[in-house]
């Protein structure tokens, strides 16, 4: 009776039913039913299975999401920056070379590494690219012309005039205002000289020796006509193009070409992804909280670019590089014919370089120079050469032997000096350089 | 080794005879703890055999004087390898005293699994029912996730664990996964940053190591509430990473803190800072100890005070250890004659304002300790807690401007998280009794109130933790793992704390 009023869809559940408990009651209870049965499982299985993947691949944007939005937030609201008074804390950049023995009984050496980081800042400089922006500190003083300052410089009409290009040697890195290269020529003129000095630094970092004939083309230009001019440099002529692949041009010259032309590769995905807020808060945290891979960890391998993996032959590399420095030479020599002034060519000494008997710590740095085999070679090989030509540049003088009788401790890197270093190199440039007779 | 050391308590937890799955248990920690030195892994097992011996001497006749030889077994050792050390240091560098102490190393994780041993003979002695079998005691002794910084287990919670048969449950992993990504969260992020400091060198390791002097009253005040932290965030943040591989595995192991600076009074403090063995001290030395002075009314001062020396001596011989203990064993003195003086007079206050009060107080008062417990010496510390008696040194501040910053900020940050946390889960309860239980569901029909709203948010969002936990925790391991292989980094691993105790 009840059954003769069911609709047809009432009906089929019932069916539906029926079959399902006969179906648990049948002795295949528990197993597969049958092709139909078994369809229905990987059915319900696979939407099951997608349903999940939906869902944790949605919770995985929702979290990025958030993730986002926190990042956003926190980089509007940022810790104070590094304490920009020294008087607080000193804190330098994490470099070996600051932890180096022989600035453990230096009493400057925590503030100076310290003002070192707080000079890093670069401002834009015409025709040569950037100077280091003024800068007062304890160690450190750099003057509105972008100048490091040398102690004790008078420099007036009736000074003997001394101009001082390269890089970050002759810039100082690693000594105070008083103890780099120009601050000791200084003293030792003033010495030897009864009238006033002015020994001006013109180094800066990572400046190729283009740029100091460009600096001292610009002063000859505004009429500052020096009686010297020394130049200390090659360095950084072999690391841009260590680095390039090309002689005789700008340090980190990719960057800048990049920076200028407002150049951009094409995005990868990798790349959009190192853009988003997110990356970056996981990476400034990150960095606070790891540290570089000792090398080899990674297998030796090495991605930076350098003239061998683009397929430059290291020969041709180091002739170009001579040349190109040989010509400077030749500019600044014939500039000093034309305005009268006295020019000095020194060829910076290298760790990898000459006989000088190193401490334990010198040979550390000097194992962890030679690993990078590509630049160690090219230095090498451009030192070779130098060493060749340097008969026939008179006022060419290499600074590679320096050191040969020094057993104490004299570089804090690849090429840069402590203090006591910087005044034996200065001991040299100052049996160079001429005084004028009136003044001996 | 670590993964052999997984895979091998994994093996154990799918074995079902139950003497194979502890004898994989045990090859798995010894393992490990071999992995530190063959010598550590030799005197575990001579202080596992000796104070199982001991063990069965006290099971059959729990006299005073075999107690009193199974202290000395394991206190003598613990004496010569971390005591004996401090002694001989202050001895003329050459001379053979000073060349011992420094070749004398103490066994990783000795004061641990050293008070476990003690633990298990006092059990005995009082008389409780336990029978270890030589197998299971070793394992008891050397249970890798403990057996370096603890929590301090008891046989009684142990033993049942070790016997049960293996049962795979999805919440043991949910849980324990969980809480082993918030102790590295914890631990290596937090801790970390506040040791080292937002930038290199600003953190409160520079503050403690650094500065020989010349803090203002401020710093120190902040110097302390930031180690305490930092020391809270690396020691808890190891507790939840220990206890939580353990549940991965199935095993419970108790709990070493439960909001700590929430406490508003030290009692309290005490029974949720390092809990594991702040129970043992209460249970093994200071309830015998009021029990056997009981007849002197001063007696359980005394009690406090000789408690938690023992307590900060367990730490190493230090005196800034000494007296960080007698300094709290102080503290539970005062609040217990503060207990009877506000009986006495009826002092009454709002209970909101009584609370905070209370509150505050106890939260300066342990920060203070926090000092005499990271100071490098007692010159330092005495310097130190001068510096916040000196009114005129409020006016200076030594520190960088990111210390300030990143202490207050984890303070309020610590606070903020539990305080939000206790809150969704009484909003949660609520919800459970109101419009859980009477719908049946989980999710509710939409509802005006919104705390109700929102304990039904929370308990979705519980009820479905891997729902949120995989995809937040695979879109952060992307992004840190992209970041690490770009920047060719490895983690700066630094030491947890208490590994050095």
């Known amino acids: 009776m009840l059954k003769e009023n069911l609709t047809g869809r009432e009906a089929a559940i019932e069916r539906a039913a029926n079959s399902a408990t006969l179906l648990k009651e049948s002795p295949w209870e528990g197993t597969r039913g049958g092709p139909v049965g078994e369809k229905r499982n990987a059915s319900a299985w696979w939407s099951s299975v997608y349903k999940g993947a939906a869902l944790l691949v949605l919770n995985a944007l929702v979290a990025f999401a958030c993730l986002e939005l926190a990042a956003l937030g926190f980089f509007n609201i940022q810790l104070p920056g590094k304490s920009e008074n020294p008087g607080e804390q000193l804190v330098g950049e994490g470099t070996a070379r600051e932890n180096v023995s022989y600035y453990a009984s230096q009493d400057w050496a925590k503030r100076y590494w310290h003002e070192f980081r707080l000079s890093r800042k670069q401002q834009f400089y015409s025709f040569v690219g950037w100077r280091r922006a003024p800068f007062k500190g304890q160690t450190i003083e750099v003057n509105e012309e972008g100048i490091r300052v040398t102690p004790g410089a008078t420099c007036g009409d009736q000074s003997f005039k001394v101009f001082m290009f390269g890089a970050s040697e002759m810039w100082g890195t690693g000594s105070p205002n008083w103890a780099t290269i120009p601050a000791h020529l200084q003293k030792g003129l003033q010495e030897r000289r009864k009238g006033p000095v002015c020994v001006v630094n013109f180094a800066e970092s990572a400046y190729v020796s283009m740029q100091g004939v460009i600096m001292l083309l610009m002063q000859l230009r505004s009429g500052n006509v ?44 990798v790349d959009r992804i190192k853009s988003t807020r997110s990356y970056g808060l996981i990476d400034m945290l990150l960095g606070k909280l790891t540290v570089a891979a000792p090398r080899g960890e990674k297998g030796g391998q090495t991605r930076v670019v350098t003239y061998e993996t683009m397929g430059v032959d290291a ?23 034309k305005y009268g002034f006295q020019y000095h060519y020194f060829l910076p000494p290298l760790i990898t370089l000459g006989s000088k008997i190193l401490t334990p710590e010198e040979q550390d740095m000097k194992r962890k120079t030679e690993v990078e085999t590509s630049m160690y070679k090219l230095f090498d090989s451009v030192y070779r050469i130098m060493d060749r030509e340097s008969p026939r540049y008179q006022n060419l003088h290499s600074m590679v032997h320096a050191f040969d009788s020094y057993g104490s401790l004299i570089f804090i890197d690849e090429s840069h000096l402590t203090p006591v270093g910087n005044g034996v190199i200065a001991e040299k440039m100052l049996d160079a350089i001429h005084m004028p007779p009136s003044d001996k | 080794m670590i993964s052999v050391v997984l895979l091998l308590t994994l093996m154990g937890r799918l074995v079902p005879s139950m003497k194979g799955r502890q004898i994989l248990f045990l090859a798995a920690s010894y393992l490990l703890y071999a992995s530190w030195g063959l010598g550590f892994l030799v005197i575990l097992i001579t202080s596992s055999l000796l104070n199982y011996a001991c063990g069965l001497a006290l099971r059959r006749k729990p006299t005073a004087p075999r107690l009193c030889l199974g202290i000395a077994v394991n206190l003598l050792p613990l004496a010569f390898f971390k005591y004996l050390p401090a002694l001989l240091d202050v001895s003329a560098s050459g001379s053979w005293q000073y060349d011992l102490a420094h070749q004398i190393i103490m066994p990783i994780g000795m004061s641990f699994w050293t008070f476990q041993a003690l633990s298990y003979l006092f059990d005995i002695y009082y008389e409780e029912e336990l029978n270890p079998s030589l197998l299971e005691f070793c394992l008891y002794m050397a249970f890798w996730p403990t057996v370096f910084s603890g929590p301090v287990c008891r046989l009684p919670r142990m033993l049942p664990q070790f016997r049960q048969p293996a049962a795979f449950n999805w ?94 009074t030290p009692s309290i403090f005490w029974t949720r800072w390092h809990m594991s063995l702040s129970f043992w001290i209460r249970d093994y030395v200071y309830n015998p100890l009021a029990i056997a002075g009981r007849r002197y009314s001063w007696w359980p001062y005394a009690g406090f005070v000789i408690s938690m020396t023992i307590f900060g001596l367990w730490h190493g011989a230090k005196w800034t250890y000494i007296v960080y203990g007698v300094y709290h064993g102080l503290l539970l003195v005062m609040h217990r004659m503060g207990q009877q003086m506000k009986r006495q007079f009826s002092i009454r206050l709002p209970r909101d304002v009584g609370w905070f009060l209370s509150w505050g107080t106890t939260f300066l008062l342990l920060a203070i300790g926090f000092i005499f417990f990271r100071a490098n010496d007692m010159t330092q510390a005495w310097m130190m807690v001068g510096t916040v008696l000196t009114p005129g040194a409020y006016a ?50 939409p509802i005006a109130d919104p705390t109700l709203s929102l304990g039904a948010l929370f308990e979705f969002f519980s009820a479905r933790l891997w729902w ?17 292989y770009t920047r060719e980094a490895v983690i700066a691993v630094t030491p947890f704390i208490y590994t050095l105790f």
């Open chain 2, 396 to 445: 200076h501040f030594a520190m960088p401007r990111s210390f300030y910053v990143l202490t207050v900020a984890s303070a309020l940050g610590y606070f903020a998280v539990t305080a939000g946390h206790s809150v969704m889960v009484s909003w949660r309860e609520r919800y459970r009794k109101t419009v859980g239980e009477r719908a049946g569901r989980t999710w509710p029909r």
């Open chain 2, 171 to 264: 919440d043991d992993v949910s849980t324990g996964s969980l809480r082993v990504v918030q102790g590295v969260l914890m631990k290596f992020v937090l801790a970390h940053i506040l040791a080292t400091g937002w930038h290199p060198g600003e953190g409160i390791a520079n503050g403690f190591d650094q500065m020989k002097g010349g803090w203002g009253g401020v710093d120190v005040w902040l110097l302390g509430i930031g180690f305490g932290f930092l020391l809270f965030f690396d020691f808890a943040g190891y507790s939840h990473i220990v206890i939580g591989t353990a549940r991965l595995f199935g095993f419970r192991l108790p709990e070493n803190f439960d909001r700590p600076f929430l406490a508003a």
């Open chain 1, 226 to 269: 020096p009686d010297a001019v020394v130049f200390y440099t090659l360095v950084d002529d072999v690391y841009s193009a260590y680095q390039s692949g090309r002689a005789g041009v700008l340090e980190n010259l990719e960057l800048v070409a990049a920076k200028f032309e407002e150049r951009r590769k094409p995005d990868t995905w």
């Open chain 1, 315 to 337: 020969d041709t590399l180091s002739e170009a590089i001579a040349q190109d420095y040989l010509g400077n030479y030749r500019i600044v020599s014939a500039l000093a014919q």
């Open chain 2, 468 to 484: 949120w936990f995989a995809p937040v925790l695979s879109v952060l391991v992307f992004f840190a793992g992209l970041a690490m």
